[in-house]
């Protein structure tokens, strides 16, 4: 009983560990989360084409709902610089941003990305995300911070940029509006991005994007900005998330399902990562499908208390880890606590100059573009490096939704490439070592040893899947067509699988070796897959004697065969104990 209510409310297995020292501790740890994300949830709602608000609305609703049903102890949900810009450019396509039907629309997305992510959780299918390579997330998230940052040159130098203009057009009509900058503009922004790098430098601990803020809006005041066209955020509404529906017309759903799509596969992948990432620091075992459940049922319920698409946050995440966390009582004390700062501080945003806001923006941005992590994918695989230069510019160039739909089914060519051409080893007694006084079997490509002209010995280290059959097969042509070996025994201690595929190629190839006078044997499979193939008509059709438990009985049966069919007399090779003792018998 107490399992399948664990199952439905995964919050009951952390419960327990909650005391006074551990509450004191998920306090303060609330507390350091709440005073940064505040102006990050402002920052990421602008990238996203939202009023402020709704950023911090995300702030407060989705972290305590994926607290509660994610499986990791310190994951922190919420906006993310990357969703935000897929959400931005998505929906700018059919509304314009701030307005009415764009915030309609983007709460319907985030719904939709919620059911995709639901449905993934409660379907098993955690497990995708392992097939995505990491270098697609670094990629689009470099990609995506030259698009914060050139999103935000109207800002930081107050000039007026079309929205929606293409990357390329956007610069070029920066450039041509350089001689019209707003100085002043500029001068509070350049102040607020130095200030946050000062505090970062002198005054790690103190939430340095927020005093960059202040900072800038001091400078901007200090400057009568305000009266040298600097234009200001303006009052944020100092309320609880408000009730909301998103638009559930048919037209709106269909007009918005692939990119909702984008939307779920990003915000899963960030935050599987994420919290595989601190896992790791914290030896927790984080549950990739409880992850999906709790990632969707945030943005479910998110979509209805005007929260857009939100995620893993890897910042606030790592904070609220370093700040000394304990259970995700954390997140939801982090977002009761920025419930309190902004009815606190929300008259003051009516002074925060947007150019202040730029300016962190362009910090944001900065940050997110994984430079070591570059360097190393560029200097370490020309597989990922085609993965992370084709995802990046992808993201510059095309639709956003399309350049992670790219990067993943990139990422998935490359691992099926590698997963299709297996490596076969080829075996053959080494005289030098011996196990229970037999010979053991050594690779001949990492010591020679002398291989039985009748009999070739292999090893598959991988899958026999549709994928893997042509070079699988290959091999077995080159070593009885070429070699004129038609007894060939596969060692199946390497393989994990044998699809249907598969079972059918070797049934074929047993067949053929069969009418050479030969046959395909296998040896030391696992129980699994032994169990797999049982299903089938495998056994009946290759034979029940074909196969055996050890390689030891498998080659004393086939030497005895081949010594039967009269091929060992006059061998030279002798490579076999068994070999030996007919030289004994003789």
């Not at 609330?30 to 990238?47: H, K």
């Not at 915030?103 to 985030?110: A, D, E, Q, V």
């Not at 857009?308 to 000394?324: D, E, K, M, Q």
Request: one cysteine or more.
């Amino acid at each position: 009983m107490h399992a399948s209510w664990v199952a439905v409310f995964p919050f009951l297995n952390w419960l327990p560990k909650i005391s006074r020292e551990s509450v004191r501790a998920d306090l303060i740890a609330g507390f350091t989360g709440a005073v940064i994300v505040l102006p990050q949830g402002v920052a990421f709602a602008i990238i996203a084409g939202l009023p402020p608000e709704y950023g911090l609305y995300t702030s407060m609703v989705t972290p305590v709902v994926a607290a509660l049903f994610g499986s990791s102890l310190h994951l922190i949900s919420g906006p993310t610089t990357a969703i935000s810009i897929v959400v931005f450019s998505a929906i700018s396509h059919h509304a314009s941003p701030g307005t009415p039907e764009f915030i309609s629309l983007t709460l319907t997305i985030t719904l939709l990305a919620g059911i995709y992510q639901l449905a993934f959780g409660l379907a098993r299918l955690g497990v995708l995300v392992n097939f995505v390579s990491h270098t697609v997330v670094i990629g689009f998230t470099a990609g995506a911070a030259i698009l914060i940052a050139t999103s935000q040159m109207k800002n930081v130098l107050g000039i007026a940029v079309p929205r929606g203009d293409s990357f390329l057009h956007t610069w070029v009509v920066v450039w041509d509006s350089l001689g019209s900058l707003n100085q002043y503009a500029l001068i509070v922004a350049l102040a607020t991005i130095a200030v946050a790098i000062i505090s970062k430098r002198l005054l790690p601990s103190l939430p340095n994007l927020l005093i960059a803020l202040i900072s800038g809006g001091i400078v901007s005041f200090a400057l009568s900005g305000g009266a040298h066209g600097v234009t200001m955020v303006g009052k944020i509404p100092a309320q609880l998330p408000p009730f909301g529906l998103p638009d559930l017309s048919f037209s709106s759903i269909k007009l918005l399902a692939s990119e909702a799509f984008a939307v779920a596969l990003l915000g899963l992948i960030e935050a599987v990562s994420i919290s595989r990432s601190i896992a790791s620091k914290s030896h927790q075992r984080i549950d990739g499908n409880q992850e999906f459940i709790g990632q969707g049922l945030s943005n479910i319920v998110g979509s209805f208390f005007s929260s857009y698409a939100g995620s893993g946050s890897f910042t606030r995440s790592g904070v609220n880890y370093s700040a000394g966390a304990v259970t995700p009582l954390s997140a939801i004390f982090s977002a009761l606590f920025l419930v309190l700062i902004v009815f606190a501080v929300a008259p003051l945003s009516a002074h925060l100059p947007i150019a202040a806001m730029g300016g962190v923006i362009l910090v944001v941005a900065y940050n997110l573009i994984d430079l070591p992590q570059i360097k190393h994918v560029l200097e370490s695989s020309k597989a990922e490096t085609a993965i992370l230069l084709t995802t990046f510019f992808a993201t510059l160039f095309l639709e956003l939704e399309f350049a992670i739909y790219m990067g993943v089914l990139l990422s998935l060519i490359i691992f099926l490439a590698r997963t299709s051409t297996p490596e076969i080893i080829t075996l053959a007694p080494d005289v030098d070592v011996t196990h229970n006084n037999k010979k053991t079997l050594v690779d001949v490509t990492s010591k020679p040893a002398r291989q039985c002209p009748h009999l070739r010995i292999i090893r598959i280290d991988m899958s026999i899947y549709f994928g893997s059959l042509n070079h699988i097969q290959d091999r077995l042509y080159q070593i009885a067509e070429k070699g004129g070996i038609y007894h060939i025994l596969i060692i199946g201690s390497g393989i994990n699988f044998i699809d249907l595929n598969g079972v059918e190629m070797l049934e074929q190839e047993a067949h053929r070796l069969e009418e050479k006078g030969g046959g395909l044997y296998f040896a030391g499979l696992k129980p699994s897959v032994y169990q797999s193939i049982s299903r089938t008509h495998i056994f009946q059709i290759i034979g029940n004697n074909h196969f055996f438990d050890n390689k030891s009985d498998a080659i004393h049966t086939l030497q005895r065969l081949i010594r039967m069919q009269g091929r060992c007399e006059n061998c030279p090779a002798r490579v076999f104990d068994e070999c030996k003792e007919d030289d004994g018998a003789a």
